[in-house]
């Protein structure tokens, strides 16, 4: 079945340094959506962005990822750290893009520390 | 407004009794989903609604029931709690032919004695 890999649990980056979030990802479909999504302290998850077309970039509030479905990755990357973006980041797969399911990697906790 | 409501919002079961929670959504979103998120372990999707169409998870299709009544609410029902049901359910809602994007509610956190 369908699975997306996250390799570090936590991530501490002093402010000001790159962010770099690993992401890769599994599934027997040729078009997936892949997404990020955030969950900042005592919030609900959201999405930061979600790319579905290879090897184009897609950016949001100053992260970005690309979609490479030749090495199945889909890696979050950000070039300074800001204190606020210390929260936990999670990865999702989702075959089609509409009425189906998503399937989530197990996140990734950014902590940045000044 | 993209709010997804979830109650009750912190649930005391006892071993062996039935729990039911409760997620509604205003955004006439086809799609409506329920996950378990133990800690340190990724959202496990358990089921989802596309309209009416309940579609379970393999692994948890006999521990967990759903339903529907209308495009707004969705319930997640376990009928008798093990131990090991304790976690935080998370419901989510997306609308079709907008990228899929999950709108997801506060969680409901389920502690099973």
């Known amino acids: 079945g369908d699975s997306v890999t996250q390799t570090e649990g936590l991530v501490t980056l002093t402010e000001g340094l790159p962010v770099m979030l690993n992401c890769t990802y599994q599934?027997?479909?040729?078009?997936?959506?892949l997404f990020w999504y955030v969950q900042h302290l005592n919030e609900s998850p959201r999405l930061l962005l979600k790319s579905f077309t290879d090897n184009k970039r897609t950016e949001h509030q100053g992260f970005h990822a690309t979609l490479h479905k030749s090495s199945s990755s889909f890696h979050l990357q950000k070039s300074s750290a800001q204190l606020s973006d210390s929260a936990l980041y999670y990865c999702?797969?989702?075959?089609?893009?509409?009425?189906?399911?998503?399937?989530f990697g197990t996140g990734t906790k950014l902590q940045v520390v000044p | 407004d993209t709010t997804v409501k979830q109650n009750p919002r912190y649930k005391l079961a006892r071993v062996g009794k039935p729990v039911n929670l409760i997620c509604s959504q205003t955004?006439?979103?086809?799609?409506m989903y329920w996950y378990q998120k133990k800690p340190n372990q990724a959202p496990k999707l358990l089921l989802f609604y596309y309209d009416k169409i309940l579609n379970r998870e393999a692994d948890t299709f006999e521990k967990f029931q759903s339903s529907r009544p209308n495009n707004s609410f969705c319930s997640l029902y376990i009928g008798s709690a093990g131990l090991e049901y304790s976690a935080m359910y998370l419901c989510a809602s997306s609308r079709t032919n907008s990228g899929n994007t999950l709108y997801f509610g506060e969680g409901s956190r389920l502690i099973v004695v």
């Open positions: 955004m006439n979103h086809d799609t």
């Open positions: 999702a797969l989702s075959p089609a893009n509409s009425g189906t399911y998503q399937r």
């Open positions: 599934t027997i479909y040729s078009n997936p959506f």
